[in-house]
């Protein structure tokens, strides 16, 4: 599985190759799954029993993603940075750094969302299936463990939770919705 993030691509000034198919990883992940989705409920009274009938709103779980981070702590600095700029720590203008457009897209306004691309990989690790998130955000991001008593080498790995507004599913083409 990978992650694909177009907005911390343009953050970070990442290569050109990163937009190539066969290297599109920002965030290799090591666990992630397609949150839950659940349909609320409407109560019609009757004399005997209310009856639960089907709602009208969809609410989405959170998405929480384990990815490995690189060498140089390129993926989990810009969620670090993401995430701290939304939240302003030192001062406002780490919130105005954050949204200020670095192209002239249309919704470059809005840097602080950003949609993403969960990456289903078959065996030979060509995308078979694509996730896509509309409108993330971070709310989390959990530390990094140094232990240099481990005999092994352990690869660092951290875990971010998003919030979003809607995902839905295609194929490996990406636009046709399965």
Not at 23 to 35: K, V
Not at 76 to 87: I, S
Not at 89 to 100: G, S
Not at 102 to 113: G, I, K, M, S
């Amino acid at each position: 599985m990978y992650w694909s993030f177009p907005h911390l691509q343009k953050k970070l000034k990442i290569n050109d190759y990163y937009d190539n198919e066969e290297l599109p990883f920002d965030f290799f992940c090591t666990n992630s799954r397609i949150p839950e989705l659940s349909l609320g409920l409407a109560n019609q009274p009757t004399y005997l029993k209310n009856i639960d009938i089907p709602g009208e709103k969809l609410t989405f779980g959170d998405l929480t993603l384990r990815f490995l981070v690189d060498e140089n702590m390129e993926n989990y600095m810009a969620v670090h940075n993401w995430l701290t700029g939304l939240g302003f720590p030192e001062t406002t203008q780490d919130y105005a750094d954050l949204v200020k457009p670095v192209t002239a897209e249309p919704r470059e306004d809005l840097n602080q969302f950003s949609d993403g691309k969960l990456h289903l990989l078959n065996s030979n690790f060509r995308t078979q299936t694509i996730v896509h998130f509309r409108d993330l955000f971070p709310i989390s991001l959990t530390s990094l463990d140094f232990d240099v008593t481990l005999d092994d080498i352990q690869y660092f790995t951290a875990e971010v939770t998003f919030k979003y507004t809607v995902y839905y599913i295609t194929g490996k083409d990406g636009r046709t919705r399965l």
